[in-house]
């Protein structure tokens, strides 16, 4: 197992080193001491898994799981149970608290071996729920100032793809996170959004008029007064208005 580790307390990362190093489940261990190093070592190596820190500066991990590639296996190394629940909704296979003994790290990386060694069927299904990792009941998990938090989806008003990333609206804020437009409108939270060009969708619950453009397209304005262009491939999602 290719493990990655991270936690800004030397102590804690020394200690995890002295007993994951030689281990018979790992085949390759990394370490990072926060997350932006956590996310600069995931674009460069491939992990089969994380363990985490949750309390760390800059973002959380809490806000550092929802961000790692689908299909990576996670688990918490920490000193509170109060983020437990959190840590659970974003699909971690274990919740490690400290101190803990080598006895209960072995305990963590044999249900880790065990998620990664499940039949196929199984593990897609996993892939799936990390691609997601969100809630249902028209909610949406977001990052702000480093901590998630719960967005009601509609209070969002439009979501804009930017590169690898969507840019989700509800002002006077938004929110960014990385995800194609087309996965967050496969989410079944989100699915009352409508694309209307392929660089963004709407929530036609905030949508306050639809002008006619010349060539097919159409200009719509939000309740924020946000005006969107419409493309003609998509115009015949919106009844007249």
């Given amino acids: ?18 007993l994951l190093q030689g281990h018979p489940a790992i085949s ?16 460069q190596q491939r992990f089969d898994a994380a363990l985490l820190d949750i309390q760390m500066p800059g973002q959380s991990g809490l806000a550092l799981a929802a961000q790692l590639p689908p299909g ?25 608290l400290k101190p803990y003994t080598a006895e209960r790290l072995d305990e963590t990386l044999r249900r880790l071996q065990a ?36 967005l009601d989806l509609a209070d969002v008003q439009w979501v804009a793809a930017a590169d690898n990333y969507i840019e989700l609206h509800a002002p006077p804020h938004s929110y960014l996170e990385r995800r194609s437009l087309a996965e967050f409108l496969q989410h079944p939270a989100a699915a009352s959004f409508l694309r209307v060009h392929r660089c963004h969708a709407v929530n036609p619950a905030h949508i306050q008029t639809l002008s006619a453009l010349p060539h097919g ?4 304005t939000l309740s924020s007064g946000q005006q969107l262009r419409v493309s003609r491939s998509y115009r015949k999602q919106l009844a007249p208005r």
């Fill in 1 to 18: 197992m290719r493990l990655l580790i991270v936690d800004d307390e030397p102590p804690a990362l020394a200690k995890l080193r002295h």
């Fill in 72 to 96: 990576l296996l996670c688990a918490f190394s920490t000193a509170y149970d109060a983020h437990a629940v959190q840590a659970f909704e974003l699909n971690a296979v274990d919740y490690l």
């Fill in 217 to 220: 397209e159409a200009l719509l």
């Fill in 115 to 150: 998620r990664l060694a499940a039949p196929a069927p199984a593990r897609r299904g996993l892939v799936a729920a990390l691609q997601q990792l969100q809630p249902l009941g028209g909610q949406w998990l977001v990052t702000q100032r480093g901590r998630l938090q719960r």
């Fill in 28 to 43: 390759a261990l990394a370490e990072a001491g926060d997350a932006e190093q956590a996310l600069t070592l995931l674009a």
